[in-house]
């Protein structure tokens, strides 16, 4: 499976989707495995059981997916990092990071309401202790900046295939 991380805005999604569509592999995004076994959107989850709780769901949804071992693109959120599971369950699995300023990503974002760590007061401060993490468990960096997403789903599909996006 080839696994997309990093911070929220970098286009995991997005070049995850296009990525998987040339290379005929089913996509997968994390956030939409945790609200379908939730029964709850993301904003309701943080309400309801805070981060921690979240953090918690996140990580047994995204593990039980690394482990089905199906070959497809998986697009993680931006905290999944947080947990060492997590991590661990990725050495099986090509992991990419997609590489975005604190700057950029907040560009992206903007005030985007279904994303609940927007109202962070420490938002930098995630952002930074983030990159390590990313950093140790990325196979692959990819520096999005201002690419846009088909030119970064165009890098990443010649890691791992020849023919070009279209």
């Not at 696994?3 to 999604?13: D, H, P, R, T, Y």
């Not at 699995?93 to 950029?104: A, I």
């Not at 401060?125 to 846009?148: K, M, N, P, W």
Request: glycine content about 10%.
């Amino acid at each position: 499976m080839i696994v997309l991380i990093g911070f929220m805005g970098a286009g995991k999604s997005t070049v995850g989707k296009k990525l998987a569509r040339h290379l005929g592999l089913p996509f997968v995004d994390a956030d939409d495995l945790i609200v379908a076994a939730a029964g709850q959107s993301i904003p309701e989850i943080f309400a309801e059981r805070g981060e921690p709780g979240f953090r918690k769901l996140e990580a047994e949804v995204i593990i039980g997916e690394l482990n089905r071992g199906d070959d497809g693109v998986f697009a993680l959120g931006g905290g999944a990092l947080e947990s060492a599971d997590v991590v661990f369950a990725l050495r099986r699995h090509r992991v990419v990071w997609l590489k975005v300023t604190f700057r950029r990503a907040m560009q992206r974002v903007g005030s985007d309401g279904n994303r609940p760590m927007l109202a962070d007061p420490e938002l930098l401060q995630v952002f930074l202790r983030r990159q390590h993490r990313y950093e140790q468990a990325a196979d692959y960096t990819i520096r999005c900046g201002s690419r846009t997403s088909t030119d970064v789903a165009q890098a990443l599909y010649e890691l791992f295939d020849t023919n070009p996006v279209e």
